[in-house]
């Protein structure tokens, strides 16, 4: 099972990548939700969770989004693209990355 011990201020915080939703830049810290619903905010920038989340788990579609694959319900929009998730929640997938779109969908994105 792929974990991720995210170090906090007063200890360090151990789980799922499978319980990660989505991961969110705030400036140089990250909001992380899970599937429970829960948030934290962590003194880690993105590009820190790209690289040590499975890279065949998690996409990055936005500067400031890397998503869970698992957790990604469709992809909608016809000029602008949205990934929409499991939770309802929407993210958007910026330009660079619509072009990625027949790669997203040949991986079950």
């Not at 072009?99 to 969908?105: G, L, S």
């Amino acid at each position: 099972m792929n974990t991720l011990t995210i170090p906090g201020v007063r200890k360090k915080i151990i789980v799922p990548a499978s319980q990660i939703v989505r991961v969110e830049a705030v400036s140089n810290y990250s909001r992380i939700h899970f599937a429970d619903g829960n948030k934290i905010l962590t003194a880690k920038v993105l590009q820190w969770f790209q690289d040590m989340l499975p890279q065949e788990m998690f996409i990055r579609v936005h500067r400031s989004h890397l998503v869970n694959r698992q957790f990604v319900k469709e992809i909608s929009g016809s000029i602008n693209k949205i990934a929409v998730l499991h939770n309802g929640e929407t993210v958007s997938i910026s330009r660079k990355n619509k072009k990625q779109q027949i790669t997203y969908r040949q991986q079950g994105f």
